[in-house]
């Protein structure tokens, strides 16, 4: 069997929004992210469409979206996990997220860790889980009490 390619990394995650100003505002306030407007996506029309965020220590960036009905909003998805380094930076999160009023689930013990979940305005789950000590391949997988 030839080599197969490798994938280098992660260019964007994309989320979709009821409003692209209050998605902006919202990804600005809780995660920090910062709007790059030379990437924004307009249509044929000149409507815009999709607007690109830079976010703190995330190699790759974030898309908004505008919902149409043919890409609609995922209400109770949660297409992203992304990683915190421990449980002191999780509380710091879970601190943050409380302090801006942000709807928030409270800090879950995991399989592999703890997370926190953080609900968009528009209803998708973005969750934050912290790193498992020694990497992935150092987790002695079992199945045991988890929170859900």
């Known amino acids: 069997m030839p080599d197969r390619p490798a ?6 995650l994309t989320f979709v929004v009821s409003s692209l100003e209050s998605g902006i505002d919202w990804f600005e306030s809780v995660l920090g992210a910062r709007h790059e407007p030379r990437f924004d996506h307009h249509d044929a029309s000149g409507a815009l469409f999709g607007v690109i965020l830079a976010l703190p220590a995330f190699a790759g960036m974030l898309e908004l979206r505008l919902a149409t009905p043919q890409y609609a909003v ?5 297409p992203v996990t992304f990683e915190v380094a421990d449980d002191d930076a999780l509380e710091a999160w879970f601190q943050h ?3 801006l009023g942000a709807e928030h689930s ?5 399989r592999t860790g703890r997370s926190l979940e953080i609900t968009t305005p528009d209803g998708v789950v973005i969750r934050l889980f912290t790193a498992p000590a020694g990497g992935f391949a150092a987790v002695p997988f079992q199945e045991q009490h988890v929170d859900h």
């Open 7 to 12: 994938v280098s990394g992660l260019h964007h």
């Open 74 to 78: 995922p209400v109770g998805y949660d």
């Open 97 to 99: 997220v409380e302090a």
């Open 106 to 110: 409270p800090v879950k013990q995991r």
